[in-house]
């Protein structure tokens, strides 16, 4: 049996996907972008909630390469900006709310706001 090793494939700024279970002396340029392509066409949900991890678990699918079948286990990572952008996102809405019930000052609460928004923005610009 020819050994395979798990390719990681980054489709967008913060997702990659893995796939395993082609052998390495056929992974060419193109065939880890066409694996990848069929993979990331029938893989990513249309709906639900993105975290964080591994994105719907592991999976697995046949892959046609000439006349030789694949059967690859693969899965969506989503890397950190999602668990940023959620983190984030909660203190804003936090500061939002407690700006809106009088709880603390609106002026502040604009300036803190705006802190986390160009925080957030460093953070992925390193």
């Known amino acids: 049996m020819t ?3 798990v390719i990681r494939e980054k489709i967008g ?3 990659e996907l ?3 279970g082609l052998p390495k002396a056929i992974v060419t340029p193109e065939i880890q972008a066409r694996a ?3 993979l990331v066409k029938h893989g990513i949900p249309t709906a639900g909630v993105i975290s964080a991890g591994i994105l719907g678990g592991l999976k697995t699918a046949t892959l046609q390469i000439g006349s030789e079948l694949y059967q690859l286990k693969y899965s969506i990572k989503v890397l950190k900006v999602v668990t940023a952008l959620d983190i984030y996102s909660e ?3 936090w500061i939002e709310f407690q700006k ?3 709880r603390v000052d609106s002026e502040m609460a604009d300036q803190a706001i705006a802190h ?3 925080e ?3 953070e992925f610009r390193k």
């Open 3 to 5: 050994t395979s090793e």
């Open 13 to 15: 700024e913060s997702v």
């Open 18 to 20: 893995l796939i395993e």
């Open 36 to 38: 990848a392509m069929s």
């Open 91 to 93: 203190a804003v809405q």
């Open 100 to 102: 809106a019930s009088n």
């Open 116 to 118: 986390l928004r160009g």
């Open 120 to 122: 957030f923005e460093r």
